[in-house]
């Protein structure tokens, strides 16, 4: 390579062309050294596995192939094997190099499926090609992911090492919403003879979204949170305010018990002396409120103030109109009150509104449903104590990972999911979103050795760890 880069080949090459090549050759020579790292490990005869309390001795059985898929491309050699009456081939190099169970390298899968968690599966194969000039089948890609998320659950749920510090935030708050992923339909014969009336071609399954973080106090007054619901502050400078601290967010397609028994779980861990408030905020969804309420029951709920006002403008637009000069007035007025505790004063004008015989039906539906809507989570909307002890009264964190979690991956074009499949990479997803995908590989890898092999795998020596850390 050092007489390619100074001879008269590249001379008159553009840096595009050198740089392509080299990076060919360097595929070429890490698939050479590794396949001499191999054959270097597998040329002397391991010594035998230890004998089993009343088990056969083990007796060599030659050498056994193997293939190995690497970034750098597939290889394979042999290792020695080992043989006892009514037992498996052992191989001791396996171990010892810590092999996976199939072909794939621990650093291609991670490879695969770090890119899985972003892109169609498609799109993955078509850039692990274009890079590494290898063709991976959909299948492996999907495969892949599969068993890339069984440790996810193992990986949040091990004890805090260390302890955790103390919460930048003295408010610990709790989120959780519905978004619905797109699956694949049963078999044509499965389904039944005839669609209901209403029923949607394309069958969906909820993903209950939650959000878990500490964050600081943030106190505001009503006038602040309408101007900035209304848009009145737009020119003026962003204020300072607190951020979310390390923020989880998680999806599960099993059900909102399932999901909100998990978050109880794992705001339980997060309790510290320092924490002061615990709050949980969701949209008016009474069978999400109230399991929220049975799993977080020392929680305060708070319905979200964004959910509160659009019925709010859904009622002014059917009174008023949507190009009604006065609308606005009538928002900034209504939400006020809200906002300040007077959500009682707010429905009892609306009922008032009810009352003219001037309404049309289809006027009176949006007023309500309004009503209605704030009859039912008046407990929930209590902004006036919210704001002032500085409480989030917004659902931004766990809507935005509606969105950026599963939106944004599981309803690209085209896409329909079985159950398992989504969950995986929804899994996969949440690590790699929250910040995880390192320490979650490790973790991974760990176990997938105490699986394989029954024990715990070496650790880097001091300079392998080295160069993992510049490497990363």
Request: net charge positive; with cysteine; aromatic share 8%.
């Amino acid at each position: 390579m050092l007489a390619y880069v100074t001879g008269p080949e590249t001379s008159r090459s553009t840096a595009y062309e050198v740089e392509r090549t080299l990076f060919r050759r360097l595929l070429g020579l890490g698939l050479a050294l590794l396949r001499l790292f191999f054959l270097t490990r597998a040329a002397d005869r391991p010594p035998a596995p230890p004998r089993g309390a009343d088990g056969p001795p083990w007796a060599a059985h030659g050498r056994r192939p193997t293939t190995y898929a690497s970034v750098f491309g597939k290889l394979a050699f042999e290792r020695h094997a080992f043989y006892a009456p009514g037992q498996p081939l052992v191989c001791p190099l396996d171990a010892s190099l810590s092999l996976p169970d199939r072909c794939y390298s621990d650093l291609l899968r991670d490879w695969m499926g770090y890119g899985s968690t972003d892109a169609a599966y498609r799109e993955t194969q078509a850039l692990l090609e274009r890079v590494l000039g290898q063709t991976l089948s959909v299948q492996a890609l999907e495969t892949s992911a599969a068993a890339a998320a069984v440790d996810v659950a193992a990986f949040y749920d091990r004890p805090a090492d260390p302890p955790p510090p103390t919460p930048l935030g003295t408010l610990l708050v709790a989120q959780a919403d519905g978004k619905g992923v797109p699956i694949v339909l049963p078999p044509r014969a499965a389904r039944p003879a005839r669609r209901g009336k209403g029923h949607p071609p394309d069958a969906k399954r909820e993903a209950i979204v939650t959000a878990l973080y500490t964050i600081a106090p943030y106190p505001r007054t009503p006038q602040e949170v309408v101007a900035a619901l209304l848009r009145e502050d737009a020119d003026r400078p962003p204020a300072a305010r607190p951020h979310p601290v390390g923020k989880e967010v998680r999806a599960s397609l099993d059900g909102k018990d399932a999901a909100l028994r998990r978050l109880a779980q794992r705001a339980a861990r997060r309790e510290h002396a320092a924490l002061q408030h615990r709050v949980a905020l969701t949209d008016g969804a009474e069978a999400l409120q109230q399991r929220m309420l049975a799993h977080l029951p020392g929680y305060s709920l708070v319905l979200d103030i964004i959910h509160a006002s659009e019925y709010l403008w859904g009622a002014a637009n059917a009174l008023l109109g949507e190009r009604d000069p006065d609308r606005t007035a009538w928002m900034r007025r209504h939400l006020e009150q809200v906002l300040s505790g007077q959500t009682a004063a707010v429905i009892a004008a609306l009922e008032a509104q009810l009352a003219a015989p001037a309404l049309t039906p289809s006027q009176r539906e949006p007023v309500r449903k309004a009503v209605g809507y704030y009859q039912r989570n008046l407990p929930y909307m209590r902004y006036d104590e919210y704001l002032a002890r500085g409480w989030p009264i917004g659902t931004g964190v766990v809507e935005g990972a509606c969105g950026h979690l599963v939106k944004d991956r599981m309803e690209q074009a085209g896409m329909r999911w079985t159950k398992p499949g989504a969950q995986a990479v929804l899994d996969l997803r949440a690590v790699r979103l929250t910040g995880d995908w390192d320490a979650y590989w490790a973790f991974h890898r760990q176990q997938c050795h105490r699986r394989l092999y029954g024990t715990q795998p070496s650790q880097p020596t001091g300079p392998e760890m080295q160069s993992l850390e510049l490497a990363a």
